[in-house]
């Protein structure tokens, strides 16, 4: 490398660090400019300065939260200048007096200072003081509207904590995608078949899904707030959550008998919980977001106050799509790929946040990250979600439902939010480094493992007030021992420093007085301590806390403890046992169906690293055939392209020197039917004949679910369409099981109409006539007959197949007419459409009608650029235009009748002339 390129290179690096510096003091200025209301000092110059007094604080380096604590940390603005109330004697520590600006999210302080003093605005605030209020929304929330000029007065108030403009939600995008096997829905639906949601409501709170869908109709809650707007996205949304895969195997979800209702998201704040009673709601989704919003709003406040008030209810938000950008406000400001969730929102306590992974269980880069804003760990899970994080939270929901039922069915009653978050949280698989962390949370949502929490009853409720421990006693197990505590946390104020109101510690014991205390991470604002993994110590942020520990002789106990508590606070217990050496089977799961000749994903359980093959076999008793190496069994997935086979088979993984055989499944084909033809009185549908398959079910769609029309060992099937009032159909092969069934097949879409897919007749360059004629079917066809202007071409016979030609050698000049005529075998005939031809013949010009009457038309074989001139007998012009069309009308409105002549020129020359008689 030169000592130039290296200059060079040098210099552009000085000049980025020069440019980065110049940004950052523009916005250490703006900050100053904003919330300072006087000169600054050192925090030791301004000693005895009166209490009631809030300062703007610069400290010469990011400090940690507990040397914020001491300077009674208000709010973070950066991650050196904070709002504090306390001045502690430190030169190095840079002050001023502060406004009220402080109580304002940045997005209205932006507006405020976009305006004039004499303009007015409207914003949301948890105080209304004597400003007129337009509406109040929520308990504790105003919308209010004043004058600029009387803001720094309005903001005063000391009952004031945060004001706040309305912001608009947008959807976060998704896909059709649909993977049941990445979070184990697949093996909890084998397992469980009788899980699927039944009499359980959610509402989507977006705009209205489409309630005709035939994976959702009629499961629709109406009730009178609901959005006016449909969406695709809500659509989506509903069908991941709630979808019965009436269209096909993409479009089941994971709580297929569940009930949807929508709500308007255009109110940001929580729909009224009566709304929820009177509906019998239990949890609602959330796939949206306002962008990156860094601190405890009042949409934050109330999701923790309604979850508080409901105590069973539970909100799902998915984290956001902007996972690479960063936050521009707060200790978090300016480190990209941290702290980006999409709304203040999602910075409550007592809601779900869920990121999305790709089918590998892998982080989607554009996923939101955490922290929250006050280094609570955010999101608390991870789902799949190829189209983002609207899809992984949906996913959550639908899961979240079946839990609900599973509690319902055990107990009789719906579990606590914090419950069910509980044991969501504790079954989920840990990604990465062990422990939670702010990407992935406390990791993949296992649907499986959660349904096996609540069915093994491994799960308790308590409560505790300030200074007191609850203990319990784990059930004996062995491997490592893994519990998860949540509670429902009262809400904090808005514009809290930190959100948490109830510290509450979890910890667990062995008989020999060892203490094993929960995961905790470091939440200083910088990317290395970000990205650090979890250790165990004292958690005073969250109200989820994990710990684990190994099994010990004596067993392991559980403590509680209320280390900061007003009141009483209940709270909620799951735990695991993990066993040592362990594997399971997920997918496919038993009884499932995998196409036949397709890429399937195999999915399994373990903590075993290291090599190992998969085979696979025909029933259980074939012989095992090598189906892949695997270079490490613990990232417990693996492709295979399924064998065109039709029967059951099983998988083996060898691995450590132990063979794990999984459940029986079927390797089946899935069929793709076509439509025929559709009749007055008779429609048939068609597919392409399944290896090993010895007979055939069609069905057809009524209300939300298939009948059988019939059973067939042809690869046709003929019905009345008046029997199919939904138009569609679906159809399986049966050999020794029934394989799936296709997917919806809307017999009347692109159909070819009674038997005629489609007729053409074509001149071609030796001047004959090409006909052809494509059919729906064969099926039931006697005869084919050609015509041209009604005298008969030719017939034919058909056979087993879909095309059929004839030809004209010899077509008269002009315009030419052709059709077919279909003989059914009962006798019935029918008649495609006529289609012309034009023909000139050996002649390179053909002129008709003659006589003619308000027009004439000429047929050429080519287009050069011709003239066409029309004259009298006395030689005078007429007409005159250009030669546009092979088949060019000629107008002779306004000539009388009597005799012309018409000529054909190339470049000034007469190609040809003819006389015609024009009759009227």
Same mark, same amino acid.
């Given at each position: 490398?030169?000592?130039?390129?290296?200059?060079?290179?040098?210099?552009?690096?000085?000049?980025?660090?020069?440019?980065?510096?110049?940004?950052?003091?523009?916005?250490?200025?703006?900050?100053?400019?904003?919330?300072?209301?006087?000169?600054?000092?050192?925090?030791?110059?301004?000693?005895?300065?009166?209490?009631?007094?809030?300062?703007?604080?610069?400290?010469?380096?990011?400090?940690?939260?507990?040397?914020?604590? $001491?300077?009674?940390?208000?709010?973070?603005?950066?991650?050196?200048?904070?709002?504090?109330?306390?001045?502690?004697?430190? $030169?190095?520590?840079?002050?001023?007096?502060?406004?009220?600006?402080?109580?304002?999210?940045?997005?209205?302080?932006?507006?405020?200072?976009?305006?004039?003093?004499?303009? $007015?605005?409207?914003?949301?605030?948890?105080?209304?003081?004597?400003?007129?209020?337009?509406?109040?929304?929520?308990?504790n929330v105003y919308e209010i509207r004043i004058a600029v000029k009387d803001w720094p007065a309005f903001a005063a108030d000391p009952l004031l904590h945060l004001?706040?403009?309305?912001?608009?939600?947008?959807?976060?995008?998704?896909?059709?995608?649909?993977?049941?096997?990445?979070?184990?829905?697949?093996?909890?639906?084998?397992?469980?078949?009788?899980?699927?949601?039944?009499?359980?409501?959610? $509402?989507?709170?977006?705009?209205?899904?489409?309630?005709?869908?035939?994976?959702?109709?009629?499961?629709?809650?109406?009730?009178?707030?609901?959005?006016?707007?449909?969406?695709?996205?809500?659509?989506?949304?509903?069908?991941?959550?709630?979808?019965?895969?009436?269209?096909?195997?993409?479009?089941?979800?994971?709580?297929?008998?569940?009930?949807?209702?929508?709500?308007?998201?255009?109110?940001?704040?929580?729909?009224?919980?009566?709304?929820?009673?009177?509906?019998?709601?239990?949890?609602?989704?959330?796939?949206?977001?306002?962008?990156?919003?860094?601190?405890?709003?009042?949409?934050?406040?109330?999701?923790?106050?309604?979850?508080?008030?409901?105590?069973?209810?539970?909100?799902?938000?998915?984290?956001?799509?902007?996972?690479?950008?960063?936050?521009?406000?707060?200790?978090?400001?300016?480190?990209?790929?941290?702290?980006?969730?999409?709304?203040?929102?999602?910075?409550?306590?007592?809601?779900?946040?869920?990121?999305?992974?790709?089918?590998?269980?892998?982080?989607?880069?554009?996923?939101?990250?955490?922290?929250?804003?006050?280094?609570?760990?955010?999101?608390?899970?991870?789902?799949?979600?190829?189209?983002?994080?609207?899809?992984?939270?949906?996913?959550?929901?639908?899961?979240?439902?079946?839990?609900?039922?599973?509690?319902?069915?055990?107990?009789?009653?719906?579990?606590?939010?914090?419950?069910?978050?509980?044991?969501?949280?504790?079954?989920?698989?840990?990604?990465?480094?062990?422990?939670?962390?702010?990407?992935?949370?406390?990791?993949?949502?296992?649907?499986?493992?959660?349904?096996?929490?609540?069915?093994?009853?491994?799960?308790?409720?308590?409560?505790?007030?300030?200074?007191?421990?609850?203990?319990?006693?784990?059930?004996?197990?062995?491997?490592?021992?893994?519990?998860?505590?949540?509670?429902?946390?009262?809400?904090?104020?808005?514009?809290?420093?930190?959100?948490?109101?109830?510290?509450?510690?979890?910890?667990?014991?062995?008989?020999?007085?060892?203490?094993?205390?929960?995961?905790?991470?470091?939440?200083?604002?910088?990317?290395?301590?970000?990205?650090?993994?979890?250790?165990?110590?004292?958690?005073? %942020?969250?109200?989820?806390?994990q710990v684990q520990a190994r099994s010990a002789a004596g067993g392991l106990t559980i403590h509680v403890q209320g280390r900061k508590v007003n009141g009483t606070?209940?709270?909620?217990?799951?735990?695991?046992?993990?066993?040592?050496?362990?594997?399971?089977?997920?997918?496919?799961?038993?009884?499932?169906?995998?196409?036949?000749?397709?890429?399937?994903?195999?999915?399994?359980?373990?903590?075993? @690293?290291?090599?190992?093959?998969?085979?696979?076999?025909?029933?259980?008793?074939?012989?095992?055939?090598?189906?892949?190496?695997? %270079?490490?069994?613990?990232?417990?997935?693996?492709?295979?392209?399924?064998?065109?086979?039709?029967?059951?088979?099983?998988?083996?993984?060898?691995?450590?020197?132990?063979?794990?055989?999984?459940?029986?499944?079927?390797?089946?084909?899935?069929?793709?039917?076509?439509?025929?033809?559709?009749?007055?009185?008779?429609?048939?549908?068609?597919?392409?004949?399944?290896?090993?398959?010895?007979?055939?079910?069609?069905?057809?769609?009524?209300?939300?679910?298939?009948?059988?029309? @019939?059973?067939?060992?042809?690869?046709?099937?003929?019905?009345?369409?008046?029997?199919?009032?939904?138009?569609?159909?679906?159809?399986?092969?049966?050999?020794?099981?029934?394989?799936?069934?296709?997917?919806?097949?809307?017999?009347?879409?692109?159909?070819?109409?009674?038997?005629?897919?489609?007729?053409?007749?074509?001149?071609?360059?030796?001047?004959?006539?090409? %006909?052809?004629?494509?059919?729906?079917?064969?099926?039931? %066809?006697?005869?084919?007959?050609?015509?041209?202007?009604?005298?008969?071409?030719?017939?034919?016979?058909?056979?087993?197949?879909?095309?059929?030609?004839?030809?004209?050698?010899?077509?008269?000049?002009?315009?030419?007419?052709?059709?077919?005529?279909?003989?059914?075998?009962?006798?019935?005939?029918?008649?495609?459409?006529?289609?012309?031809?034009?023909?000139?013949?050996?002649?390179?010009?053909?002129?008709?009608?003659?006589?003619? @009457?308000?027009?004439?038309?000429?047929?050429?074989?080519?287009?050069?650029?011709?003239?066409?001139?029309?004259?009298?007998?006395?030689?005078?012009?007429?007409?005159?235009?250009?030669?546009?069309?092979?088949?060019?009308?000629?107008?002779?409105?306004?000539?009388?009748? @009597?005799?012309?002549?018409?000529?054909?020129?190339?470049?000034?020359?007469?190609?040809?002339?003819?006389?015609?008689?024009?009759?009227?």
């Amino acid at each position: 490398m030169s000592a130039r390129y290296v200059s060079r290179i040098l210099s552009l690096i000085a000049i980025m660090a020069a440019i980065l510096h110049l940004r950052t003091q523009a916005q250490e200025s703006r900050i100053v400019q904003r919330y300072a209301s006087g000169t600054a000092a050192t925090a030791s110059a301004r000693q005895g300065t009166p209490d009631g007094v809030f300062f703007l604080v610069r400290f010469p380096n990011v400090p940690d939260q507990s040397l914020l604590d $001491s300077w009674g940390w208000i709010k973070s603005l950066h991650p050196r200048y904070h709002i504090v109330r306390n001045l502690l004697p430190d $030169s190095t520590v840079l002050s001023w007096p502060s406004n009220h600006n402080w109580k304002a999210s940045t997005k209205l302080l932006d507006r405020l200072y976009s305006l004039h003093d004499r303009d $007015s605005i409207t914003f949301i605030a948890d105080a209304a003081g004597t400003a007129h209020i337009l509406h109040q929304p929520a308990a504790n929330v105003y919308e209010i509207r004043i004058a600029v000029k009387d803001w720094p007065a309005f903001a005063a108030d000391p009952l004031l904590h945060l004001a706040d403009i309305p912001r608009h939600p947008n959807t976060e995008s998704a896909s059709a995608n649909a993977d049941l096997s990445v979070n184990r829905v697949n093996a909890l639906h084998a397992e469980m078949p009788a899980l699927r949601g039944s009499g359980m409501r959610i $509402s989507l709170k977006e705009t209205l899904y489409d309630t005709l869908d035939i994976d959702l109709h009629p499961r629709h809650i109406r009730h009178g707030g609901e959005p006016a707007r449909t969406e695709t996205h809500a659509t989506l949304m509903s069908t991941i959550i709630a979808g019965n895969g009436n269209s096909g195997p993409g479009s089941l979800g994971a709580a297929p008998r569940a009930m949807i209702a929508s709500s308007d998201f255009s109110r940001l704040l929580p729909d009224d919980a009566g709304i929820f009673s009177a509906l019998r709601i239990h949890a609602q989704n959330h796939s949206y977001g306002t962008g990156i919003e860094n601190y405890y709003g009042l949409e934050a406040v109330a999701y923790d106050a309604q979850v508080r008030e409901l105590d069973t209810f539970l909100h799902v938000f998915s984290s956001g799509n902007i996972g690479t950008d960063a936050p521009a406000e707060g200790i978090y400001a300016g480190l990209t790929g941290f702290a980006n969730l999409s709304g203040s929102f999602k910075q409550a306590k007592n809601i779900l946040v869920v990121g999305a992974t790709d089918g590998n269980s892998a982080v989607a880069p554009r996923s939101s990250r955490g922290p929250a804003f006050d280094g609570r760990i955010k999101p608390e899970l991870v789902a799949y979600g190829e189209g983002g994080t609207s899809d992984a939270a949906a996913l959550v929901s639908g899961i979240g439902l079946l839990l609900q039922e599973q509690f319902r069915l055990q107990s009789g009653a719906a579990p606590s939010a914090a419950l069910l978050a509980a044991v969501l949280i504790n079954s989920a698989r840990d990604l990465g480094a062990p422990g939670p962390d702010f990407i992935t949370g406390f990791g993949a949502v296992n649907a499986r493992a959660a349904a096996g929490t609540v069915l093994d009853r491994r799960y308790a409720t308590g409560a505790v007030g300030q200074g007191n421990t609850f203990q319990m006693p784990v059930p004996a197990g062995t491997g490592t021992l893994r519990v998860t505590m949540r509670y429902t946390d009262p809400e904090a104020p808005a514009n809290s420093a930190r959100a948490l109101t109830n510290d509450l510690d979890l910890w667990l014991t062995d008989a020999s007085g060892n203490r094993f205390d929960p995961w905790t991470l470091s939440a200083f604002p910088h990317k290395d301590s970000l990205a650090r993994a979890a250790i165990p110590g004292r958690d005073s %942020l969250n109200n989820t806390e994990q710990v684990q520990a190994r099994s010990a002789a004596g067993g392991l106990t559980i403590h509680v403890q209320g280390r900061k508590v007003n009141g009483t606070q209940t709270f909620a217990l799951a735990w695991q046992w993990i066993p040592d050496g362990y594997f399971g089977w997920d997918a496919p799961a038993t009884a499932e169906t995998l196409d036949a000749g397709a890429r399937a994903t195999l999915r399994w359980s373990t903590n075993i @690293g290291g090599p190992g093959k998969i085979f696979y076999r025909t029933g259980d008793t074939g012989n095992w055939q090598p189906l892949a190496d695997v %270079l490490d069994v613990e990232e417990g997935h693996a492709g295979w392209e399924t064998p065109p086979a039709f029967g059951p088979m099983q998988l083996r993984m060898d691995v450590a020197g132990k063979s794990f055989t999984g459940p029986q499944f079927l390797v089946a084909p899935r069929l793709r039917p076509a439509t025929g033809f559709i009749c007055e009185d008779s429609a048939l549908v068609w597919w392409a004949a399944a290896p090993g398959a010895s007979r055939y079910r069609v069905y057809a769609l009524e209300n939300d679910a298939y009948r059988m029309l @019939g059973e067939t060992a042809d690869t046709t099937f003929a019905f009345r369409p008046s029997a199919v009032v939904s138009g569609i159909v679906a159809v399986s092969a049966v050999a020794r099981e029934e394989g799936p069934r296709s997917t919806a097949h809307r017999f009347s879409a692109n159909a070819p109409g009674c038997y005629v897919r489609n007729f053409t007749a074509d001149l071609d360059a030796s001047g004959a006539v090409q %006909l052809q004629l494509e059919l729906g079917t064969p099926a039931g %066809l006697r005869n084919i007959r050609w015509f041209r202007q009604g005298m008969v071409l030719g017939s034919e016979t058909p056979g087993n197949v879909f095309v059929y030609a004839a030809t004209d050698d010899r077509p008269p000049q002009g315009i030419v007419y052709y059709y077919a005529e279909l003989e059914l075998a009962n006798g019935r005939r029918i008649l495609t459409d006529a289609v012309p031809v034009a023909v000139t013949g050996a002649d390179e010009y053909v002129l008709f009608p003659n006589p003619a @009457g308000e027009w004439i038309r000429l047929l050429a074989k080519g287009l050069r650029g011709q003239r066409i001139v029309v004259t009298d007998m006395q030689g005078r012009v007429r007409k005159s235009l250009r030669m546009e069309s092979l088949q060019q009308e000629v107008p002779l409105n306004g000539l009388p009748a @009597g005799n012309y002549w018409i000529g054909v020129y190339e470049d000034g020359k007469r190609k040809f002339g003819a006389r015609f008689v024009k009759v009227r």
